[in-house]
C-alpha cells in the first residue's frame, strides 16, 4: 500500500517488503522509520528494501538503515537490499554496509 508519505509497503507472514519511492534523507526517513518499526513490532524478521527509486542515501539514510538492521539483527531476522544503484553501492561498500545488509539484485 502506497502512502503520501512516498513509499509503499507491505507484509506477508515473517516478511516485510518497503519500496521506498523518494530518497533517504533526513527529510523523508522519519515516517519511514515509523513503519518500518511498526512492522518489526508485528513480527517481521526478514524486510526487503527495493530501493529502484532512491537516488540519494545521506548520513539520515544510512542511520535508518543500520538502525533496521540491528533492530531485524535482534530476532535474528535480516536486511535485503534489493535493485540498489551503483552510486549507492559504491557508497555502502565504503561504509562496509555491504558485510551486514544483504545486497541483491544489481
Do not use: H
Not at 519511492?21 to 518489526?40: C, E, F, P, Y
Request: charged share 25%; no cysteine; net charge positive.
Amino acid at each position: 500500500m502506497e502512502n503520501q508519505f512516498g513509499f509503499e509497503i507491505k507484509k506477508q507472514g515473517s516478511k516485510g517488503y518497503f519500496n521506498p519511492r523518494v530518497d533517504l534523507t533526513a527529510t523523508t526517513v522519519g515516517s519511514m522509520r515509523d513503519a518500518v518499526k511498526g512492522m518489526i513490532s508485528s513480527g517481521v524478521t526478514e524486510l526487503e528494501f527495493d530501493m529502484k527509486d532512491v537516488e540519494i542515501v545521506d548520513s539520515s539514510g544510512i542511520g535508518f538503515l543500520v538502525a533496521v538492521y540491528n533492530s531485524l539483527s535482534k530476532f535474528r531476522g535480516k536486511l535485503i537490499i534489493k535493485n540498489i544503484s551503483e552510486r549507492n553501492l559504491e557508497l555502502f561498500k565504503a561504509l562496509r554496509l555491504d558485510k551486514y545488509f544483504l545486497i541483491q539484485g544489481n
